[in-house]
């Protein structure tokens, strides 16, 4: 099964994603955790997308494309993969058809007028990739899931949203036209809660 989720920043990929990827194992391979382990990391391609990454704006395509190509050559994407945040416009959809065309493309679809606040509440675990919000979880300071110190990303903050949602509605939004031509889109309702949202997947995935 090859699957990508799409949807705006905060829409709930992240977070569907990990249930996703434990009930039918599948590796999930976010660009924008491996972007940032890569700064975590001071690699030199984490030194490369630093500064745009900070500002909302998207990374090169050239750079991202190879990430994802090198990461679905490795041994566990044999008989699949979960994509959360790629492709993130039509360049990269483009480039993914020629070396491992996906078969489902599920668009978790929000009122993007609330996306504000889950994203500004939201505490990330940089080692085991979990997504919380202060909601649900409160003011800790450890991750629920693997116990790790949890952070407020960088482009957590009502300006840099501002400007993801732009990107997003510029250069990702135009991806929903191109999958439902190809006949994979499949559209969930993700405003409502985690569970709901997951059991709507499970019911489309089987
Ligand atoms: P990326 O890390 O992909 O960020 P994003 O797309 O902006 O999406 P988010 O991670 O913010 O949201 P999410 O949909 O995963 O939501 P989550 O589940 O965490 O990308 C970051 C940056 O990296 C980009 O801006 C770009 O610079 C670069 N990048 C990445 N990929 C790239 C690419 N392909 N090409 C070029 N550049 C790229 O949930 C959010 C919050 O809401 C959490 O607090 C969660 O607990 C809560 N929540 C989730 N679901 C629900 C629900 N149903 N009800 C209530 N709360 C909920
Ligand atoms: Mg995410």
Same mark, same amino acid.
């Given at each position: 099964m090859k699957l990508i989720?799409?949807?705006?920043?905060?829409?709930?990929? +992240?977070?569907? /994603? /990990?249930?996703?990827?434990?009930?039918y194992d599948l590796p999930h391979i976010s660009t924008g955790d491996l972007f940032r382990e890569n700064i975590k990391n001071e690699t030199?391609?984490?030194? @490369?997308i630093k500064s745009v990454m900070s500002t909302g704006q998207l990374c090169p395509d050239d750079l991202t494309v190879e990430l994802v190509k090198?990461?679905?050559?490795?041994?566990?994407c044999k008989s699949g993969y979960l994509l959360d945040g790629f492709p993130r416009d039509i360049p990269q959809a483009v480039a993914l058809d020629e070396f491992a065309s996906p078969d489902? =493309?599920?668009?978790?679809?929000?009122?993007? /007028?609330?996306?504000?606040h889950r994203i500004t509440g939201?505490?990330? &675990?940089?080692? &085991? +990739? +979990?997504?919380?919000?202060?909601?649900?979880?409160?003011? =800790?300071? @450890?991750?629920?899931?693997?116990?790790?110190?949890?952070?407020?990303?960088?482009d957590d903050n009502p300006i840099t949203v501002k400007e993801r949602l732009e990107v997003y509605e510029n250069q990702t939004a135009p991806l929903i036209d191109y999958y439902k031509k190809q006949g994979k889109l499949v559209v969930i309702n993700g405003d409502q809660s985690i569970e709901n949202v997951f059991s709507d997947i499970v019911k489309v995935l089987g």
């Open positions: 989720l799409l949807g705006a920043p905060g829409s709930g990929k +992240g977070t569907q /994603a /990990a249930y996703i990827s434990d009930k030199p391609l984490g030194k @490369k090198d990461r679905l050559e490795e041994a566990d489902v =493309v599920i668009e978790i679809k929000v009122d993007l /007028a609330k996306v504000e939201r505490r990330s &675990c940089l080692s &085991c +990739g +979990g997504s919380f919000h202060v909601d649900f979880i409160g003011n =800790v300071s @450890k991750c629920p899931k693997c116990g790790d110190e949890l952070v407020i990303r960088k």
